[in-house]
T-cell receptor, first 111, second 118 residues
Framework: GNSVTQMEGPVTLSEEAFLTINCTYT??????LFWYVQYPGEGLQLLLK?????DKGSNKGFEATYRKETTSFHLEKGSVQVSDSAVYFC??????????FGAGTILRVKS | GAVVSQHPSRVICKSGTSVKIECRSL??????MFWYRQFPKQSLMLMAT?????????EQGVEKDKFLINHASLTLSTLTVTSAHPEDSSFYIC??????????????FGPGTRLTVT
């Protein structure tokens, strides 16, 4: 079945550091890929998405590119802020149906 | 943006009792709602999918008689944990989707409900 694997955390960075959170997936077809963010005490929010190979999703300085050849959707940001501290979830969905989530990666940014 | 609320945010109940969790879409009509369970330091696991006015579809391994889901209106779905036991203690999260096609595939998530069974 479909699955998502993302790097374990927590990831601790200093402000303005470069961020990469790895995500790889296994799917039978051609899924859409997502990154969700969960800030403390809040629900999950869609951060960005990509629906087909080579698409790049971007939002709030975060980017991820749908790489079919490596079945990856790594999340990157050039300069993180303290306010980016949250839990990040990679997920996939086939045909708009149920979401399959990775385990989540805690990001802590120190000032 | 679309807002989904959950009530209560935290609940403590005694073993053997039942507890109901509500999920509401506040500013849109949700034809489909999803219920997830999240264990500490683990991912969200889909429990069931409910479409307004029809029976919920449960994922493999989820007891439908224990986790009763009702999606009686386009803005409300409820999850009732019946005869709760300590192993049911978890973080329950709902999400809602407005319909099929385009951006309406996006799910909007509630803030979650922390259930503790003593």
């Amino acid at each position: 079945g479909n699955s998502v694997t993302q790097m374990e955390g927590p990831v601790t960075l200093s402000e303005e550091a470069f961020l990469t959170i790895n995500c790889t997936y296994t799917a039978t077809g051609y899924p859409s890929l997502f990154w969700y963010v969960q800030y403390p005490g809040e629900g999950l929010q869609l951060l960005l998405k990509a629906t087909k190979a080579d698409d790049k999703g971007s939002n709030k300085g975060f980017e991820a590119t749908y790489r079919k050849e490596t079945t990856s959707f790594h999340l990157e940001k050039g300069s993180v802020q303290v306010s980016d501290s949250a839990v990040y979830f990679c997920a996939l969905s086939e045909n708009g149906n149920k979401l399959v989530f990775g385990a989540g990666t805690i990001l802590r940014v120190k000032s | 943006g679309a807002v989904v609320s959950q009530h209560p945010s935290r609940v403590i109940c005694k073993s053997g009792t039942s507890v109901k969790i509500e999920c509401r879409s506040l500013d849109f009509q949700a034809t489909t709602m999803f219920w997830y369970r999240q264990f500490p330091k683990q991912s969200l696991m889909l429990m069931a999918t409910s479409n307004e006015g029809s029976k919920a579809t449960y994922e493999q391994g989820v007891e439908k008689d224990k986790f009763l889901i009702n999606h009686a209106s386009l803005t409300l779905s409820t999850l009732t944990v019946t005869s709760a036991h300590p192993e049911d203690s978890s973080f329950y999260i709902c999400s809602a989707r407005s319909g099929a096609g385009g951006s309406s595939y996006e799910q909007y998530f509630g803030p979650g409900t922390r259930l503790t069974v003593t």
